[in-house]
């Protein structure tokens, strides 16, 4: 087993553990990742790289288990506000191929930067909105 994130969640290495649920599960990154206090991270609890290849049990159990935490970080932080963060595939900055999302808490001037400063210097062709439509599955 090779990923770290699945070594975690088979009881392999240490971690803070939030929450654990059937399918999703919540644990605090290590200290010199977080961004915040109560930083967590949501992941599901079967190995999925990334958006792209997750199931709906998947994506439903992370995305409720991060609301959940949100609710939470409200509740015992007094967090009215959460960003959640996530990354998936090459060129998008993911740190660990398990899919995750961060759970952010945010109070009114917590000095955090919400959106990044710059932007893509990418460039599409035109008519590439034709081909994202076209290549929607639903
Ligand atoms: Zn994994």
Request: net charge negative; with cysteine.
């Amino acid at each position: 087993m090779t990923c770290v994130f699945c070594e975690l969640l088979a009881g392999e290495g240490r971690t803070t553990w939030v929450a654990r649920r059937d399918a999703a599960s919540a644990f605090l990154p290590l200290p010199e990742s977080r961004l915040s206090p109560a930083h967590t991270l949501v992941v599901p609890n079967e190995h999925v790289a990334g958006i792209h290849d997750a199931s709906a049990e998947s994506l439903q159990a992370v995305i409720l288990l991060a609301q959940e935490v949100a609710r939470a970080m409200e509740a015992s932080l007094g967090a009215r506000g959460v960003n959640i963060l996530s990354a998936s595939g090459p060129g998008s900055d993911q740190s660990v191929p398990h899919l995750h999302l961060h759970v952010v808490p945010r109070w009114e001037g917590d000095g955090l930067d919400t959106w990044p400063s710059t932007a893509s210097h990418r460039l599409l062709e035109d008519g590439w909105l034709d081909g994202l439509r076209a290549s929607l599955t639903a």
